[in-house]
């Protein structure tokens, strides 16, 4: 029983499948005793009376179980810290973390959505920053220009990626990676490799870091659940989210259908190229420098909020809320392991392994279920 | 017959909407041929399954050899002597011979895969059975028929005392079937146990010493061969199920117009100069063997893999057929004979399903009217006798025949007029089979045209008017129902084959 503890997000993310399957309680499969296994029914039984609960049916179980471990874990942050951690600052220099990393993992859950991944959002978010940052800086092009820039060369690789992943059927994490690549190129042959500073609030063009913060309001954080109610509208109540996660369940079958599941698929990589570049303004807009070859390692964090909050990485099944509050929860580990005074090093370990624990609970959800 | 070697008792094993095992005994003795007999849907091959370690049983007990066993999978089974010869062959086509005899358990001389060992032992095992096959022939250039012997000399390497051949004969010629025979009787001789899978009653009669029927997944009875006749297995099998009438004439009207004509049609080389033409209100079956190409006729039809040369005519008019996507605008539905892989989203609810190839018609806009989707998918789950328990349910809890009935939904909502059911019976269980075929009567009535492909010859017999019958991508002939016998059928269905 101390294996279901450790591993709470695991069986709630299971738990989630086998309640939308209808499936009752999840049997142990292989090699528990029969004690032991009678045992693990009753434990079913009970988590499937919570997820019977009317209110908990209509939230979903995986995501209160996500909001809970992100209480838990601000508690925990203070209390290591001596309460330390408590207070606005922290909360909003997490919240800075959160909007950037947002936009990029709302852009990746439409991607895996698809059954595909996208390894260049984090690199392509820097070179977007970078190409309009150098041309407002060195160029003189206005603000409102170097904005639409930055979404720009974000469509530019989201409609690259997309046509070679659906037209020319390029395995997606081939596509992807060579665009992290061309990505980072891109970018430093662009700016002599050189970093680019974005302007300060007070400096002429400064308006654009208003979109963070207008003076104690966190505009940010309104923007990004702006963008998560419309994507998750786009994803749910719109023929093309119907045929993205459709095809992201059984291409072939939606192929059959007649439906033009190219032009479908190619789609969800555009939306995902249009975030990163409206991610790249908020990243300026909180952290105003940005240095050619880096980016990277958002990849990884932006996908792990995604699959935490319930996508499945094999494609078909997507949650915006799930993947926001996913976010929330890695943006609140990176304050707090700073915090603690750690480096970004320790960071990267743990959401490695978020990745791997979130991905395995989806393997093995999708393997009870057959 | 020597004595008891394996004993199923109580086997229960349920899917979600599918009983599929309820309670089932089998038990085999040594040098015994054992049939195992029921409809398609009947369990047979889930029992099997279970067995073998495929799937965990729910409940009962199986015994092998005395003891009480429970393999978790195929290697153990095959470890413990346990070796089934699937339906489906599951080669390596560009390996050898002996390298998917051997395959997973390779002889080895230091790090080095020793072929030439490898084909000495897989000559001895081809010694043994009598038969010639090159252990070093590259496995794809076998025909069907010899790739299951090679499947049968794979099974009897593991060292088996019980072989299980899951409906060996269904891509057989006469000739292979009688080089099958022999070799079955060899493995009786030879005191193992053999499981024998198979629809075809005369070879039940000819080769098997006992037969266990089930039906609907349970447990019906087991006979003596010798002292049962072809009746006896009949009325067990079919047990209270009244199906529809056979056909025994052309029930399209005299006048009815041509909806569709294909000529010379050319795609790959499964599909090569086929030409024919189908009704208003007809159900046009298409029947031949495995690998026949029928599948792919209706595929290149469909648009869903490239025409190579030939003209399609739709209402006398010329179309070009390049995707699916024109198929569907032309108005053909097509259901695969995989519904898993290739007609449903298992992920999706019934009302998803039904509205997939016609989304824009339940649209405004780029928004979808759910509303609306909804009243047209439970209009076909009343009409259809879908059941379900609402339209919101997500189609992979539903049974097979269940499932099929939300792809004909998802036609019937696009308003096609030509559907092509391609083995639309397949994995469905006895009843359901039978509304299905109803449907299929009614909606020729309606006046859609059908083709239905099949590999079941009673099908093919009961629901076509006219027949059309194909051999190695060729079509080798056309019958009118009141002509076609199993016969003629049979012999058209392997004119190519020597």
Redesign the interface.
């Known amino acids: 029983m101390c294996l279901k503890k450790t591993n709470t997000v695991k069986e709630g993310k299971a738990n989630r499948y086998m309640k939308?399957?209808?499936?009752g309680e999840a049997k142990q499969?292989g090699t528990v005793n029969r004690n032991n296994a009678s045992k693990q029914k009753m434990g079913g039984r009970k988590v499937e009376s919570i997820k019977q609960n009317p209110f908990v049916k209509k939230v979903g179980f995986n995501r209160i179980i996500l909001c809970i471990v992100l209480i838990l874990m601000y508690g925990l942050f203070c209390a290591l810290t001596s309460g330390a951690f408590a207070g606005m600052t922290r909360i909003m220099s997490a919240l800075n973390y959160a909007y950037f990393l947002g936009f990029l993992s709302l852009g990746v859950t439409f991607v895996i959505a698809t059954g595909g991944i996208d390894f260049s959002i984090g690199p392509v978010m820097f070179c977007c920053a970078l190409i309009a940052g150098f041309s407002l800086v060195t160029y003189g092009v206005p603000m409102p220009a170097a904005v639409i820039i930055s979404i720009v060369v974000g469509l530019v690789f989201g409609i690259f990626n997309g046509y070679l992943v659906a037209y020319w059927n390029v395995p997606s994490f081939i596509t992807s990676m060579a665009s992290m690549n061309i990505a980072k190129g891109v970018a430093s042959v662009f700016t002599r490799t050189q970093s680019v500073s974005w302007p300060q609030a007070n400096a002429e063009g400064g308006w654009y870091r208003q979109l963070v913060k207008m003076g104690d309001i966190p505009t940010g954080l309104i923007i990004l659940l702006i963008v998560a109610v419309i994507c998750a509208i786009l994803l749910n109540?719109?023929?093309?989210g119907?045929?993205i996660?459709?095809l992201g369940?059984?291409k072939?079958?939606?192929?059959?259908?007649?439906?033009?599941v190219k032009k479908w698929e190619m789609s969800a990589y555009v939306i995902c190229g249009l975030l990163v570049g409206i991610a790249a303004i908020f990243y300026v807009a909180a952290y105003t420098t940005v240095q050619p070859g880096y980016g990277d390692t958002y990849n990884n964090e932006a996908i792990a909020g995604c699959v935490m909050g319930g996508t499945s990485m094999a494609g078909?099944?997507a949650s915006i809320s799930g993947t926001i509050i996913g976010v929330f929860i890695i943006a609140l580990l990176q304050e707090g392991i700073l915090a603690l005074g750690f480096t970004k090093d320790v960071q990267l370990i743990i959401t490695g392994i978020i990745v791997i624990v979130a991905v395995f609970a989806d393997v093995v959800a999708r393997r009870r279920?057959n | 017959m020597g004595e008891v070697i394996l004993t199923m008792k109580g086997i229960d094993k349920s899917f979600p909407g599918v009983h599929a095992l309820d309670h089932v005994d089998l038990e085999e003795r040594k040098g015994e041929v054992h049939a195992l007999m029921g409809e398609n849907g009947a369990g047979k091959s889930t029992l099997m399954k279970v067995l073998t370690g495929i799937y965990k049983k729910d409940s009962g007990t199986i015994t092998y050899e005395g003891k009480e066993v429970e393999f978790h999978n195929t290697r153990e089974a095959q470890d413990a002597g346990v070796v089934i010869v699937h339906q489906e062959l599951n080669m390596l086509g560009h390996l050898t011979v002996a390298q998917n005899i051997f395959i997973g358990r390779e002889f080895k001389k230091g790090i080095r895969i020793d072929d030439k060992k490898m084909n000495e032992e897989a000559r001895k095992l081809f010694d043994r059975m009598n038969i010639d096959i090159d252990p070093r022939e590259t496995m794809s250039n076998l025909t069907v028929g010899k790739q299951q012997m090679c499947e049968i000399a794979k099974a009897i390497s593991h060292d088996a005392k019980v072989i299980i051949f899951d409906e060996p004969s269904a891509a057989l010629t006469e000739a292979e079937i009688a080089e099958l025979f022999k070799i079955i009787r060899d493995l009786r001789e030879q005191g193992l146990g053999i499981i024998y899978i198979s629809h075809r009653m005369d070879e039940i009669k000819v080769i098997t010493d006992r037969v266990t029927v089930m039906r609907d997944g349970t447990y019906v009875g087991t006979l003596v061969t010798e002292d049962s006749t072809k009746d006896d297995i009949i009325n067990m099998m079919v047990g209270r199920v009244i199906y529809e009438d056979p056909k025994t004439e052309n029930m399209t009207p005299k006048d009815a117009p041509v909806v569709l004509k294909v000529e010379h049609l050319n795609a790959g080389k499964m599909v090569q100069d086929v030409s024919f033409e189908l009704h208003k209100g007809e159900i046009l079956g298409f029947s031949g063997l495995m690998g026949a190409g029928r599948t792919e006729t209706a595929r290149a039809l469909f648009g869903a893999d490239p025409i190579d040369s030939g003209d399609i005519y739709i209402n006398g008019k010329k179309v070009t057929i390049k995707s699916p996507q024109d198929a569907v605008r032309n108005g053909i539905g097509y259901l695969s004979e995989d519904r898993k892989r290739f007609g449903i989203v298992v992920q999706k609810t019934v009302a998803e399903n039904t509205t997939m190839a016609t989304l824009d018609a339940y649209a405004n806009g780029p928004f979808i009217n759910k509303k609306k989707e909804k009243e047209v998918a439970e209009k076909y789950v009343e009409s259809l006798a879908t059941k379900t328990p609402s339209v919101d349910q997500l189609v992979v809890n539903l049974s097979g025949g269940n499932q099929q009935k939300v792809v004909i939904a998802k036609w019937l909502t696009r308003n096609s007029d030509i559907l092509i059911f391609d083995e639309p019976t397949r994995g469905i269980d006895v009843g359901a089979k039978n509304e299905i075929y109803k449907l299929m009567n009614q909606l020729a009535a309606e006046g859609k045209a059908i083709i239905m492909i099949s590999s079941e010859m009673t099908e093919i017999l009961r629901m076509s008017d006219r027949i059309i019958v194909m051999c190695e991508g060729k079509k080798t002939g056309e019958l009118d129902i009141s002509e076609a016998t199993q016969e003629n059928i049979m012999n058209m269905a392997t004119r190519e084959i020597n």
Do not use: C, D, W
Request: charge should be positive.
């Open positions: 939308k399957r209808g499936m499969v109540k719109t023929k093309m119907r045929y996660l459709s369940s059984n072939e079958a939606v192929r059959l259908s007649g439906v033009n078909g099944l279920k």
